[in-house]
T-cell receptor
Framework: GQQLNQSPQSMFIQEGEDVSMNCTSS?????WLWYKQDPGEGPVLLIA?????ELTSNGRLTAQFGITRKDSFLNISASIPSDVGIYFC??????????????FGKGTLLTVNP | GAVVSQHPSWVICKSGTSVKIECRSL??????MFWYRQFPKQSLMLMAT?????????EQGVEKDKFLINHASLTLSTLTVTSAHPEDSSFYIC????????FGPGTRLTVT
């Protein structure tokens, strides 16, 4: 099935540095979500975005829903070792409701060196 | 809130046998649950959408007779891998939806 273009594929950073990753699509999504997955675990929802242009924060995480509805970015500030994991973006074509499928990016593998 | 559990967390079975995986929403009711498969170093691939009280909707290329899905209540969906083969070995993850999708911890299936 369709996947979103997520970049970068991997990042190696030093503890304390800021991180930025993004997703783009050729088509519009009504909802963007960012998940983090630790090895051997299911993805955990970090941030959900519902409006074009929306900027939402969750602790050290900030995400934005692009104005064109075709992109989103996630920033992590002052990274710490426990930020290590795979970050996935996901787009949903209909807002709200429970029956709408997600389209996932391929993931960004983040490694934080202490 | 929005906790989803899966059981078992890992299972090893022999070729030709069937395996059932349970997905439960613990603190909310979910009319819709989703089943995904994830191979190493890859993203999640949707297998099917499961609606309570009705037949599941399978994604293209997913065999409905091999991957049986039952959504008997608003808090429980099951995936049964029938006549398992080694190529069915994978990480199976469910999600339950209440506006956003919340994922279970996954089930590691190894078929020998």
């Amino acid at each position: 099935g369709q996947q979103l273009n997520q970049s970068p594929q991997s990042m190696f950073i030093q503890e304390g540095e800021d991180v930025s990753m993004n997703c783009t699509s050729s088509s519009i999504f009504n909802t963007w979500l960012w998940y983090k997955q630790d090895p051997g675990e299911g993805p955990v929802l970090l941030i959900a975005l519902y409006k074009a242009g929306e900027l939402t924060s969750n602790g050290r995480l900030t995400a934005q829903f692009g104005i064109t509805r075709k992109d989103s970015f996630l920033n992590i500030s002052a990274s710490i070792p426990s930020d290590v994991g795979i970050y996935f973006c996901a787009g949903q074509r209909n807002s709200g409701g429970s029956n709408y499928k997600l389209t996932f990016g391929k993931g960004t593998l983040l490694t934080v060196n202490p | 809130g929005a906790v989803v559990s899966q059981h078992p967390s890992w299972v090893i079975c022999k070729s030709g046998t069937s395996v059932k995986i349970e997905c439960r929403s613990l603190d909310f009711q979910a009319t819709t649950m989703f089943w995904y498969r994830q191979f190493p170093k890859q993203s999640l691939m949707l297998m099917a959408t499961s609606n309570e009280g009705s037949k599941a909707t399978y994604e293209q290329g997913v065999e409905k007779d091999k991957f049986l899905i039952n959504h008997a209540s608003l808090t429980l969906s099951t995936l049964t891998v029938t006549s398992a083969h080694p190529e069915d070995s994978s990480f199976y993850i469910c999600s339950a939806s209440v506006n956003e999708q919340y994922f279970g911890p996954g089930t590691r299936l190894t078929v020998t």
